[in-house]
């Protein structure tokens, strides 16, 4: 899990020019992961959020990160060894936590009927 949250870091530090300075990764049932990054706005951004201009502040993020999406996907299949089937990004503006949550295909040795 410590894997997938630096490596999301390091994405969104490449992507924004800001890395968040708080992630973790964990599994929210046996086919989903969630990844919890905190502190990730820029300058520019936190000046939006100030203005009130969430609305286009999630926008303008929802946009670059779906933009990204075959390289958030690569960062979760390469270190779990599953393929992912479902990408969700979403983010509340106010408090500055960003959310990228995960469908995985069920593990091989899962007992899923």
């Known amino acids: 899990m410590l894997e997938v949250a630096n490596a999301m870091v390091r ?9 968040p300075t708080k992630a ?15 502190s990730s706005l ?6 939006l959020v100030a203005m009130g201009e969430h609305q286009r502040l999630r926008e303008a993020r929802l946009f670059f990160q779906y933009a990204l999406e075959d ?6 299949e390469e270190a779990l060894g599953r ?10 503006t106010a408090r ?5 949550v ?11 009927s």
């Open 11 to 19: 994405l969104y530090k490449e992507a924004f020019g800001r890395g």
């Open 102 to 112: 995960f469908t995985l295909e069920p593990a091989e040795d899962s007992n899923h």
């Open 24 to 38: 973790r990764a964990q599994f929210a049932g046996p086919d989903t992961l969630v990844v919890m990054l905190e």
């Open 42 to 47: 820029t300058v520019a951004e936190r000046n």
């Open 96 to 100: 500055d936590v960003a959310v990228e």
């Open 71 to 76: 390289q958030f996907r690569a960062i979760v």
């Open 83 to 92: 393929r992912t089937i479902a990408f969700i990004s979403g983010m509340d």
